[in-house]
C-alpha cells in the first residue's frame, strides 16, 4: 500500500483522491479552506455544469489551450464515463441547450454530496485548514509535504490546488510557486472566460443585454474568432457568454490591437437592412432620426450608433441622404469596441496558463521532472470554453493522476 496526498479538495483533487485509493492507496487530502469543492459549488451558476455531451473530438475543440494535451485523458475517462459515473451513483444527469449536462436537481451540493460519501466510503481522509507551503523531495523524487509548517511523508503526492482565478474560494495560484521550486515552468496566468474592458465608454448602455448578434474578435486586422449568440454591456465595457468566450482567444492586448465587432442584425445583409430602414423611415418620416430607431434597436443604443455613425440625432430621417442612411448600415452591421484590457483574473471563470504541458506526462499526469509528482485539474496549462469543459478536464486529469499515482 502506498501513502498518496492530494493538495486541493476541488473536483480534480476529489476524483483523484477516490481512484487513487481504488487501487489501495492510503490517501489524505490536504485542502485549506474549512470546506470542500468551494468553487464546485459556484459553477454552472450553483447548477454545476458537470460535463458536455459532445464527442473527444469536439471537446478538444472546445480546448483553445493545449486542447490535444487531452486525447489520453479524455479517452481514459470520457464524459459518457463520468456521467455513468455519477448516475451510478445515484446522481441522476440531464443535457440541456448546447450539449450542456447538468444534474437533473439542478444543485451543485448533488454533486459534491457523491464525491464526498466516495471519499468517506473508501476511508479517504480530508484534512482542513490545512495550507501546504512546500513540496519534499529526495533526489528527483517527492518525499513528502510542508503543511502548517510541518513535515509529512507520502510515496505520491497530486497538486490539484487549482488556478488564480476566483480566489475568494481558495484558488490563489499556490500550486504554481510549489512546482516552480521544483524546477517546472510556469506559462504566465491569465484570466479566461472573463468580461472586456473598452477604450469607448459604453457606460450608457449599462445593463443592455442583447441577443442573436454576431461577435468577431479580431487581432491585428485579422479574424481570430466569431461567435453567434448573446451579449451584455456593463459600465465598464462588454460581457455575457460571447464575449466570455471569444476572450479566451487572445491573453492581452500585448498580442495586438484587439477589436471586437458587433453585427447588430446577423439576419439581414447590407441590402436587405437599408430596404427595413427605408421602411421604417417612411413610417416615421415627420421624426427626428433619434426617434426613429426604435423598430429596429434597443432605445438605449439608438443613441451611440447615431453617434459613431457622425449623424445628426435631430435631423428629420425624410432629409437622410442615401450616403448617411448607408453610414448608419454600416455602423449596425459592424459595430466595433477597441479592447482596452481584460478585466482582472478575480473575475475569470477558469485561469489560462499554469504548470507547462511540456513537462507533464499526457498518459499519466505524472511530472516529467519530479517521480511520484501528479498534477489534475486547473493548475495545468489548459483551458476550455464554457459548457462544462473545463469541469470535464478536471474530472478526466484527476482520474489520470489517481489511477498512475
Not at 456521467?83 to 441547450?97: Q, S
Not at 484534512?127 to 513540496?135: A, C, E, L, Q
Not at 448600415?329 to 478575480?346: C, E, M, P
Not at 459548457?387 to 478536471?394: C, D, M, P, R, V
Request: contains cysteine; positive net charge.
Amino acid at each position: 500500500m502506498k501513502k498518496v496526498f492530494v493538495i486541493g479538495c476541488g473536483p480534480s483533487g476529489m476524483m483523484a483522491a477516490i481512484m487513487s485509493s481504488l487501487k489501495g492507496n492510503e490517501v489524505v487530502i490536504f485542502e485549506k479552506n474549512d470546506r470542500p469543492g468551494k468553487k464546485l459549488m459556484i459553477t454552472g451558476k450553483g447548477r454545476c455544469n458537470i460535463t458536455n455531451s459532445a464527442s473527444i473530438k469536439e471537446i478538444i475543440e472546445n480546448t483553445p489551450t493545449n486542447g490535444k494535451f487531452l486525447y489520453s485523458a479524455l479517452n481514459s475517462f470520457s464524459n459518457a464515463d463520468l456521467i455513468d459515473f455519477f448516475n451510478k451513483n445515484g446522481l441522476m444527469t440531464k443535457v440541456e441547450r448546447g450539449g450542456r449536462v447538468f444534474p437533473v436537481s439542478d444543485k451543485a451540493i448533488d454533486v459534491l454530496d457523491v464525491l464526498l460519501r466516495l471519499i468517506k466510503e473508501n476511508h479517504i481522509e480530508i484534512r482542513f485548514n490545512s495550507k501546504v507551503t512546500d513540496i519534499l523531495i529526495d533526489g528527483k523524487c517527492v518525499k513528502g509535504i510542508i503543511v502548517n509548517g510541518k513535515k509529512e511523508f507520502c510515496d505520491s503526492l497530486i497538486l490539484a490546488s487549482g488556478g488564480k482565478s476566483y480566489p475568494s474560494t481558495g484558488s490563489t495560484g499556490d500550486g504554481y510557486d510549489m512546482a516552480k521550486k521544483l524546477g517546472h515552468k510556469i506559462v504566465e496566468p491569465h484570466p479566461a472566460l472573463v468580461p472586456l474592458i473598452t477604450i469607448e465608454d459604453v457606460s450608457e448602455m449599462m445593463g443592455l443585454t442583447l441577443k442573436n448578434i454576431n461577435a468577431k474578435l479580431c487581432i491585428n486586422g485579422k479574424l481570430v474568432r466569431e461567435e453567434f449568440g448573446e451579449m451584455l454591456f456593463t459600465h465598464f465595457g462588454l460581457s455575457g457568454p460571447v464575449i466570455l468566450t471569444l476572450s479566451s482567444f487572445f491573453k492581452t492586448v500585448e498580442d495586438g490591437d484587439v477589436v471586437i465587432k458587433i453585427d447588430l442584425k446577423p439576419a439581414l445583409n447590407h441590402e436587405k437592412l437599408d430596404e427595413r430602414l427605408q421602411r421604417d423611415f417612411k413610417k416615421y418620416s415627420k421624426k427626428e432620426l433619434k426617434n426613429s430607431l426604435n423598430d429596429l434597436l434597443p432605445r438605449s443604443l439608438i443613441p451611440y450608433v447615431i453617434r459613431v455613425s457622425s449623424l445628426n440625432p435631430d435631423k428629420r430621417v425624410s432629409e437622410l441622404s442615401k450616403a448617411e442612411r448607408g453610414a448608419l448600415v454600416n455602423v449596425i452591421k459592424d459595430l466595433v469596441f477597441r479592447i482596452k484590457s481584460k478585466r482582472s483574473i478575480n473575475e475569470a471563470i477558469i485561469t489560462s496558463g499554469g504548470v507547462s504541458t511540456k513537462e507533464i506526462n499526457p498518459k499519466t499526469m505524472e511530472s516529467r521532472l519530479i517521480k511520484g509528482l501528479f498534477f489534475a485539474g486547473e493548475i495545468i496549462d489548459v483551458d476550455a470554453l464554457t459548457g462544462g469543459f473545463n469541469l470535464q478536464i478536471s474530472f478526466s486529469t484527476g482520474y489520470l493522476a489517481g489511477i498512475n499515482s
